[in-house]
């Protein structure tokens, strides 16, 4: 059985950032459907968990690692994401690319400030 104290905290608050991110572009984007936005974070949430392993985001936290899994993990995702409902090479994928890349990083920085400020 897992241990769940011993995941990270920082681990946590990105998750939480990045579901945030989809569900509140779910919201914007025609309301929230719980279906909509677990398959939408499916998409996102494993590239951030698995560029963070790579980039030990978690076992050595530092601002290079977090930019590195952030540069790798959301175009990833978002190109996954792009290829199952079939708009890779549509117009608003560009629009799309470059709204995730902010708004994720504006997310995931709202985070670690907010924990930053918890203490």
């Known amino acids: 059985m897992m241990d769940y104290r011993k ?3 920082l681990a946590v608050i990105d ?3 990045l579901f945030a991110f989809v569900a ?3 919201d914007i984007h025609g309301g929230v459907r719980p279906a909509g936005v677990l398959r939408t974070a499916l998409f996102l949430l494993p590239p951030w968990y698995v560029a963070a392993a790579s980039f030990g985001l978690y076992r050595e936290p ?3 690692s977090f930019f590195r899994t952030w540069a790798v993990a959301v175009p990833v995702g978002i190109i996954l994401r792009q290829l199952w409902v079939g708009r890779l ?4 994928t560009l629009l799309f690319f470059v709204a995730a890349l902010v708004l994720t990083l504006v997310f995931l920085l709202a985070g670690r400030w907010l924990a930053d400020l918890a203490g």
């Open 7 to 9: 995941i990270p905290v």
């Open 15 to 17: 998750g939480v950032a």
């Open 24 to 26: 509140i572009g779910g």
């Open 62 to 64: 530092s601002w290079r």
């Open 89 to 92: 090479f549509s117009r608003a």
